[in-house]
């Protein structure tokens, strides 16, 4: 049974979560994990509970999903994995991170692309990825239908949507992509989102005003 531990890291409240399962093994998904003392959240809790991380995977490269990504490749000499179109927005986060504060942003090698219908193994666990665009145009979320849930990224929040308004959004694709791969899902699956807390695709599609 995959267990989900989440951690809110960096000035932009980010989500980071850890998926582990009964074999110890965990994947990393969204790490923003900045300064040390994040850092050490972090790896204090992988190292409490004997995980063995084996691979990180985004769902998108905006800056504050990518800040933890290679400090812990290097320690746990793991693979990084991200949808290819999203390439060009990991790469651009150098080049704007200290406008931010971030002046000490290491730019992380990918390892791996991600495809849509892709199914990422650990343990006795596994997800499978979806093709969501629309808040950046390599975005995707993971699906698990076993236990039903959605590790989201940010294209769905509470009451509320990724915004659109940064390089490579748009407001109908994210829109379309909400549409036509998360509200197909059962009303019962939680939503993990990149920021906020989680919530149900029963609860948006009655209340979220963007689809009113």
């Known amino acids: 049974m995959v267990q989900i531990q989440t951690f809110v890291f960096n000035p932009f409240s980010e989500n980071t979560y850890l998926l582990y399962d009964e074999t110890g093994e965990t994947i990393i998904i969204d ?23 084996v691979q990180i995977i985004n ?18 000499n793991i693979p990084f994995s991200l949808h290819k179109l999203d390439e060009p927005v990991l790469k651009a986060v150098v080049t704007y991170a200290p406008n931010y504060g971030f002046n000490q942003f290491e730019e992380p090698a990918v390892d791996h692309f991600i495809n849509e219908g892709d199914v990422i193994k650990w343990g006795n666990s596994s997800l499978t990825t979806i093709f969501v665009p629309g808040h950046a145009p390599g975005h995707i979320a993971f699906i698990n239908d076993e236990q039903g849930f ?6 769905l929040f509470r009451m509320s949507i990724g915004r659109t308004d940064l390089p490579g959004g748009d407001h109908n694709t994210l829109l379309s992509s909400i549409r036509n791969k998360l509200f197909i899902l059962p009303d019962s699956y939680t939503v993990y989102a990149g920021h906020m ?14 689809f009113k």
């Open 59 to 76: 769902t998108h490269a905006h800056i504050d999903h990518v800040l933890g990504i290679a400090v812990l490749k290097r320690k746990y």
């Open 31 to 53: 790490p923003g994990c900045y300064d040390s003392s994040e850092y050490n959240e972090l790896t204090d809790f992988i190292a409490k509970k004997g995980l063995k991380p």
């Open 150 to 155: 959605v590790i989201g990224g940010d294209v």
């Open 197 to 210: 807390e989680p919530t149900t695709i029963g609860f948006e599609k009655k209340n979220n005003p963007f």
